[in-house]
């Protein structure tokens, strides 16, 4: 689901003439399965543990000339500094926002299935959009 303030970050970013917003490419995972909204300021939740292996992380940008689709990608790894209930953490849902931490979240989505991870698991969400 885009959000508002992610419309308002896309006009701004197309159209805008003053100082351009950040690019929205960095990728947060949260274990909140509430539905999106495009209210939203920020992800519920979102796994930001110190030295964890789950925390957003800058998403690969690919995109062909002349096509009409961009793809977003990386891939998360779980580790023992995310912790969770008896070490595990299933990501319900995954955002998209255009800084490392804060700034502005301009698109969430449920994962499904969900995914729950242990030490070593791996997860690669990939947005694609299509014009």
Known sequence: MR????VDHQFATSYGTAAQPAALNWISL???SAA???TNTSL?????????????KQ????????????????TFTKNAS??????????AKAGLQNAPAGGTTGYETLVSPTAPL???DTVTPNWLFTA
């Open 30 to 32: 949260t274990e909140n």
């Open 82 to 91: 995310d912790g969770g209930a008896a070490d595990t953490r299933t990501v």
């Open 36 to 38: 999106p909204l495009d």
């Open 3 to 6: 959000n508002k303030a992610g």
């Open 118 to 120: 242990v030490s070593g």
């Open 44 to 56: 519920a939740g979102e796994l930001n543990n110190a030295g964890g292996g789950l925390n957003r």
């Open 59 to 74: 998403a690969t940008y690919s995109h062909t000339t002349g096509t009409n689709t961009a793809l977003l990608t990386t």
